[in-house]
């Protein structure tokens, strides 16, 4: 059984750089076709997916996030990263790190596997 931990800093700065890494165990982030993805929920809100990282190391990002999102991987610790740059208020939420091998259509529309159990994270001087 896949299981993802999401782990990092609950309270950042405005105008910082919000990092969150999930650790995965029972599968590899290499394994063919599955794409690992971070998706947040802020308070009374939907959930939103912000991007993936492939099993390739290819990476795709939500259109809205893009310029401030950059997904990376660890391999050798079976890990993949999240930093979501020049954070506002508005990026409080509860981050998820998931996984799916749906691999076609909006990533967003995605039903995924595997879910870590979230991570608050809000952002306040």
């Known amino acids: 059984q896949v299981q993802l931990q999401e782990s990092g800093p609950g309270l950042v700065k405005p105008s910082q750089t919000l990092s969150l890494t999930c650790t995965v165990s029972?599968?590899?982030?290499?394994?063919?076709?599955?794409?690992w993805s971070w998706i947040r929920q802020p308070p009374g809100k939907g959930l939103e997916w912000i991007g993936y990282?492939?099993?390739?190391?290819?990476?795709n990002y939500s259109p809205s996030l893009k310029s401030r999102t950059s997904i990376s991987r660890d391999t050798s610790k079976n890990q993949f990263t999240l930093q979501l740059s020049s954070v506002t208020p508005e990026d409080t939420a509860v981050y998820y790190c998931?996984?799916?091998?749906?691999?076609?259509?909006?990533?967003?529309?995605?039903?995924?596997?595997?879910w870590g159990q979230g991570t608050q994270v809000t952002v306040s001087s």
């Open positions: 998931a996984s799916t091998n749906q691999g076609v259509g909006d990533p967003g529309d995605w039903e995924y596997d595997y």
């Open positions: 029972g599968g590899s982030i290499t394994t063919n076709y599955y794409y």
């Open positions: 990282i492939a099993y390739s190391g290819s990476t």
